[in-house]
């Protein structure tokens, strides 16, 4: 009934998350506030981690994606789960280092890295650096050559696949300012490139199609076209790629309707492919790689607001506003996401009106869900916003000057914050 395993109803009808009352917890920790269950994050991470075992006999690494939710404590977890980390920037690379996260196990990412950013990962021993284009191919080597150290290089590849979701978050096709692409011969190039610097170790190579993607065959697809790349390379240089990431990109529920795979399922599939493949192009299987972000803590979040005035526009509609908006959720204004939303207090009652579910930011854009069921609503009741574990903390911002919020976890009936909510002081910290 519910997008996560999660979430539920108590004997006062009111929406629990890891078994805890999330009235009790709006109160203790105030609204806006975002909640996450670590037991079912738990779970996630040991659904990836088991199937690299079961399917690949553990010669792969899933790497959380931490830009869906990047904090000390997401690292931590992901840490004790036997998890690798992808980082995507100085900021979050910081984290992971402040977090103590092993640094062999964080691959870095990005289309345009700085020189810092690369200067960081290397002195602090990053275990991967993928490299997106030629110009960082360059500085990098400069960088590992002033040091005269080897750095363990992947490839980013842009596989020529199309999928099906939105477009911002479609990487795979050759319009796309991420990676080296197939079809043009670039990628070989890079390949030969690196092959040739004297101190890059190219390991492997990498893909990902996109995000929120439904379908299982774009999996497949990926995984047997990078195959048939890696006996081309191997034909035309005489060397074979060790390593190969998949990316991530698996979808998640975000309504009730929404029917994704199992992620065990994506893996298995994904892996029958892969070993056929590489047997029909006579090469080893490479140690794999998986990178999943939202599938990991997506549907395992949600928001908490409160609702503050309900606007009637007789025969348009009714917006109901919250103490929030797109400044912690900018993924309606940005793809026109949608997120079922209920009321927390009345978790019980028959959805029975349909509203506008509306921001406190001065943008008639700011919207969090539109024309959705909800319960009837007062001033004062709690809304809780589903599916907002990933890409809602880590996408927020102080638009109006309004202080991110806390977000709290919640393990075995206990409630504690793992990002404390911002003051005003905080706000202006940085001010002159
Ligand atoms: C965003 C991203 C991911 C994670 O995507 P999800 O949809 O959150 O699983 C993985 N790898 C790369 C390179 C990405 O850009």
Known sequence: MFVSDALNINEKGHLTIGGLDTIDIAEEFGTPCYVFDENQIRDNCRAFVSSIDENYDGKGLVCYASKAFCCKEMCRICDEERMGLDVVSGGELFTAIKAGFPMGKVIFHGNNKTKDELLMAVQNNVGRIIVDNFTELEMLEDIAAEKNIK?????????????HTHEFIRTGQIDSKFGFALET??????VKHTLNTKHLELRGLHCHIGSQVFEIDPFKLAGSVMAKFIRQIRDETGVEMQELNLGGGFGIKYLTTDNPEKFYEYVRCV??????????????????????????????GITLYTAGVVKKIPGIRTYVSIDGGMADNPRYILYQAQHEIMCANKAGWEKDCIITLAGKCCESGDLIAENSPIQRIEVGDIIAVLSTGAYNYSMSSNYNRLPRPAAVMVKDGVAREIIKRETYLDLIRNDI
Request: hydrophobic share 45%.
């Open 185 to 190: 011969g670039e990628a070989m190039d890079a």
């Open 271 to 300: 892996s029958v492919v892969l070993k056929r493949s590489c047997e029909e192009y006579g090469i080893k299987l490479p140690f794999v790689l998986f990178e999943p972000g939202r599938s990991i803590v997506g549907a395992e």
């Open 151 to 163: 750095v363990p290089v992947l490839l980013r590849i842009k596989p020529g696949i199309e999928v």
